[in-house]
Antibody, heavy 124, light 108 residues
Framework: QVHLVESGGGVVQPETSLRLSCAAS????????MHWVRQAPGKGLEWMTV????????YYADSVQGRATISRDNSKNTLYLHINSLTTDDTALYFC?????????????????WGQGSLVTVSS | EIVLTQSPGTLSLSPGEGATLSCRAN???????LAWYQQRPGQAPRLLIY???SRATGIPERFSGSGSGTDFTLTISRLEPEDFAVYYC?????????FGQGTKLEIK
């Protein structure tokens, strides 16, 4: 079955950068778009970014445009998120999630499998 | 940007009752691109409904979705104890995705 495991979180200082990873298994990783979604403590879900199956298309929410970079390595079945210039507002649980639908198919607009998240705390 | 507004913010009901959760968009949403998720405390979100009305794999029949245009509804018939959680709607359009702010379904 689909398994997504995020890593790379922890306590980081403001104005620094961070790279999160998401290891995928149980499906044809190279066939699906992948997302990052975050959730601040006690708050709702915030969609951040999506990358196409081949890495050629990337889209970002306005809130992170210019500070976040999504990437993937299909040879390693791994998704990445790099965020720079961190502030306390970036403190959140970061989830990776798989686009639904069919392998190598069009985007269907929903996220059918999620990891358990990696907690990032920005604090001095 | 499409903004989704969910109501009510909190819904207090008893097991066995039915629940109706609303999701309203500030502009038209393609029905095939409207989804609902459930998030229990300490857990990742779980896909419930996609395409506005299709149940995801393994989702009980008591969950149903409806709506079109700017108004969408998630209905839960005969609430079970495990249904008390937070529910989010989500849309996809113009290569961007957005979530509503959530409705907390709590035990009365």
């Amino acid at each position: 079955q689909v398994h997504l495991v995020e890593s790379g979180g922890g306590v980081v200082q403001p104005e620094t950068s961070l790279r999160l990873s998401c290891a995928a298994s149980g499906f044809t990783f190279s066939g699906y778009a992948m997302h990052w979604v975050r959730q601040a403590p006690g708050k709702g879900l915030e969609w951040m970014t999506v990358i196409s199956h081949d890495g050629n298309r990337k889209y970002y929410a306005d809130s992170v445009q210019g500070r976040a970079t999504i990437s993937r390595d299909n040879s390693k079945n791994t998704l990445y998120l790099h965020i720079n210039s961190l502030t306390t507002d970036d403190t959140a649980l970061y989830f990776c999630a798989k686009e639904g639908g069919y392998s190598y198919g069009p985007w269907v607009g929903y996220l059918d499998n999620w990891g358990q998240g990696s907690l990032v705390t920005v604090s001095s | 940007e499409i903004v989704l507004t969910q109501s009510p913010g909190t819904l207090s009901l008893s097991p066995g009752e039915g629940a109706t959760l609303s999701c309203r968009a500030n502009q038209r949403v393609t029905s095939s691109h409207l989804a609902w998720y459930q998030q229990r405390p300490g857990q990742a979100p779980r896909l419930l409904i996609y395409g506005a009305s299709s149940r995801a794999t393994g989702i009980p029949e008591r969950f149903s979705g409806s709506g079109s245009g700017t108004d969408f509804t998630l209905t839960i018939s005969r609430l079970e104890p495990e249904d008390f959680a937070v529910y989010y709607c989500q849309q996809y359009g113009s290569s961007l995705y957005t979530f509503g702010q959530g409705t907390k379904l709590e035990i009365k």
